[in-house]
């Protein structure tokens, strides 16, 4: 079934996804050139809202808490760990690797009660929004 | 492009790409403790151009592995969201083909408190039980009762259930954008009453964190997949079939 846009309709989304993939592809290329020229391993991460702040979950899998080095500039969290996960033979091209990520966070983040846990190698940091503004009453 | 003919009658199992990765660590998992090969080449001028080299050959990053009368759909690449349907709809004409007498979709079901569970729940989707009960232990299982499934799985499996294969998903509570193991271990239990599935599921456990970081690459192509075929209704409920 044919839902009937007209062929400029068709084109312009074409156009728009090839776009998309294209903007998607130089960043994992940029990843990757990272990755390479600095021989570390980037994390999968996610930042997710949450009521009253956010949680960013960083995947280390292998990475016990006290490997984890944790530094925050401003609103800059850099994190660095050791990646030991990698099978011998792909350790034997890459040695001595480390995952390493800069993260930013939101400006609204209140730094000071950020809390950080680390479970099955999953790092975990809540954070805090900084209470601001003033509350409104409803008549 | 077939290499050697399938049986027919196989099993099929999907392991395609998709949330947490739980498909696709399961179908490698089963591949590599079987021994399988692969038998079928899946190509098309939908799909990136893309080659798998390996011991000087050269193979489709799409591949179905097939031995003791179960063949497993495999990728190394997310399905591109453009091409979803016509390419379950190939597949599935490749089933009736091959008189495959039913189909195991197995997936993650994305569950942000993932992190706070040991073991991950599963949950099955049929149009056939009885096809399913020397294969699979329901026994304690949930159905899947109102869920949005989106991408890939979901229309092999609506292409499946449309031409009445018997069919059965499985999904495992997983983290939406970290590859799973565990859930995919959770997923291959529900398996082991057939002979076929008796798989060293320690094994999985233990190679979990190695398929973490490996799988890394696999997994954020397939989040830009999943974001275009808007994966985010997984977390929705649906409003009209209540």
Redesign the interface.
Known sequence: MSLGFSDEFDERFRRLILEARRTEERMARALKEFERSERCVVPLHELRPTTDGYTLTVDLPGVQKDEVGLTLEGTSLFMTAPCKSITEKRRRHAKELNYIIEISLPGDVDTKTIKATMRNGLLRLEMKKRIGGYKIRID | MEKKRVQDGSLVLDGLPDTGLVGTIAALHLVRAKGMSPMVRIDSDLLPPVAIVKEMNLFEPLMIYSSDGVSVIASEIPIPT?ITKPFARELVVWIKDHRCRAVISIGGIPE?AR?EIEEPEVFYLTNSTEAFSATIDLGKTKQLDSAFLVGPKAAFLLECFREEIPTIGLFAQS????PDPGAAASALTLLRRSDVFQVDLEELVKS???M???F?DL???TM?EME?AQKSREMESPSLLV
Do not use: D, I, L, W
């Open positions: 453009e942000p992190s983290f939406p954008n970290y979990g964190e190695e973490r970081v490996r890394r997994m954020r192509r830009g275009r």
